[in-house]
Nanobody, 128 residues
Framework: QVQLVESGGGLVQAGDSLTLSCLFS????????FGWFRQAPGKEREFVAAIRWDGFSTNYADSVKDRFTISRDKSKKVVNLQMNSLKPEDTAVYSCAAMSGFTWVRTVYTKPESYNAWGQGTQVTVSS
């Protein structure tokens, strides 16, 4: 079965950068859409970014657009989230998720319930 393992979280200051990584195993990497979601204390899980199965299309939440970049390395089976210009409001547990299939529709890949597999999450804390 598919397994996802995140790494790269930590404590940083506002304005700093951080890269999260998600290592994929247990399936055919190119058959999945990958998403990053985050959940802050007391808030619902929210969509951050997604990348299509072939890596040729990406999409971002408005709150992170132009600051975050999602990418994938097929040879390493890794999905990365490069986060620049971090703000205190970016503080959350970030989770990687995988959705099998080839439905690249924003109303689908932005919803947590569309994803088949989840990582354990990694904490990102941004101090002001």
């Amino acid at each position: 079965q598919v397994q996802l393992v995140e790494s790269g979280g930590g404590l940083v200051q506002a304005g700093d950068s951080l890269t999260l990584s998600c290592l994929f195993s247990g399936g055919f990497f190119s058959n999945y859409i990958f998403g990053w979601f985050r959940q802050a204390p007391g808030k619902e899980r929210e969509f951050v970014a997604a990348i299509r199965w072939d890596g040729f299309s990406t999409n971002y939440a408005d709150s992170v657009k132009d600051r975050f970049t999602i990418s994938r390395d097929k040879s390493k089976k890794v999905v990365n989230l490069q986060m620049n210009s971090l703000k205190p409001e970016d503080t959350a547990v970030y989770s990687c998720a995988a959705m099998s299939g080839f439905t690249w529709v924003r109303t689908v890949y932005t919803k947590p319930e569309s994803y088949n597999a989840w990582g354990q999450g990694t904490q990102v804390t941004v101090s002001s």
